[in-house]
């Protein structure tokens, strides 16, 4: 699929694979919807060109972000471990999308990789420039800027948190691999569709004719960059070999026992 229309996109088609799609449940901000096929669900929400608009750089905004950035900042050093891992040692190009104020970069910066980050929210990249003195392109990745210039470009391409954000993710993950040199790696992490408390919620959802949501508004937000989808690792193992990713490295958490955790954290190596 090519990318499709952030004004008029029709719900009923998925996001993902294309096919006919159904809402299951009403939570604050809008309606959830269980494609039939690969049974994504997603909200009917997506971000317009003014979700990233320039914005003042006021007091309230700049302790938000920090609030938000220091609770990131916590799996960073674990991120930076899984690269180091998976792609060796420095010099190595790295792409960060979704950079948010760009602490990760940093990261790698003053460990030798040679890093780009891209950031959408305006308020963060006036952040990262005023802050760290870093620049964070605002260039979606598939823009002809990245895919004209740099195609085949980079070592490792890194989207933290990120997928579950993104209008369209087959189409940015497209994008993306196609920046990857050929033996690249792309890698993510998100949230965990397959916990209890997310299944329990769909259960009472589709009990209840889609009127008890229980906890499925807390995953989701119609807000500006909030979630607008959460995978299962199936979903994703399988999106990343549609893709020519071979699947080197997966976990539910950072930490001592990596098979139990919250999240999907994924290596995949581009073909």
Same mark, same amino acid.
């Given at each position: 699929m090519s990318t499709p229309s !952030?004004? +008029?996109? +029709? @719900?009923?088609?998925?996001?993902?694979? $294309?096919?006919?799609?159904?809402?299951f449940? *009403?939570?604050p901000g809008g309606q959830l919807y269980a494609c039939g096929a690969c049974d994504l669900h997603y909200l009917d929400h997506i971000d317009g060109e003014e979700a990233g608009a320039d914005a003042p750089l006021s007091d309230k905004a700049r302790r938000y972000i920090e609030l938000r950035s220091d609770e990131s900042a916590l799996l960073h050093p674990s991120r930076a471990e899984l690269v180091r891992r998976t792609a060796g040692d420095p010099?190595?190009?790295?792409?960060?999308?979704? !950079?948010?104020? $760009?602490? @990760?970069?940093?990261?790698?910066n003053e460990e030798g990789y040679s890093t780009n980050g891209i950031e959408p929210s305006a308020l963060r990249r006036g952040y990262a420039a005023e802050t760290f003195n870093l620049q964070l392109s605002d260039q979606p990745v598939d823009a002809h800027f990245w895919q004209d210039n740099f195609a085949a470009a980079f070592d490792l391409i890194t989207l933290w948190d990120v997928i579950e954000h993104v209008n369209f993710p087959r189409q940015l993950l497209r994008a993306a691999v196609n920046l990857l040199k050929p033996g690249g790696l792309l890698l993510l992490d998100t949230p965990n569709r397959d916990g209890l408390?997310?299944?329990?919620?769909?259960?009472?959802?589709?009990?209840?004719?889609?009127?008890?949501?229980?906890f499925l508004g807390n995953f989701y937000s119609a807000a500006p960059f909030g979630h607008k989808q959460i995978f299962t690792p199936?979903?994703?193992?399988?999106? @990343?070999?549609?893709? $020519?990713? *071979?699947?080197?490295?997966?976990? !539910?958490?950072?930490?001592?026992?990596?098979?139990?955790?919250?999240?999907?954290i994924l290596c995949g190596r581009k073909k």
């Open positions: !952030a004004t +008029d996109y +029709d @719900f009923s088609r998925c996001k993902l694979c $294309g096919k006919p799609a159904k809402p449940a *009403e939570i010099p190595c190009r790295l792409l960060d999308i979704g !950079a948010g104020i $760009g602490q @990760f970069q940093l990261l790698m408390s997310y299944r329990l919620s769909c259960s009472a959802a589709r009990l209840s004719g889609g009127k008890l949501s229980l199936a979903q994703l193992d399988s999106l @990343f070999t549609d893709l $020519g990713l *071979e699947v080197i490295h997966r976990a !539910a958490s950072y930490g001592r026992n990596p098979h139990k955790g919250d999240k999907i």
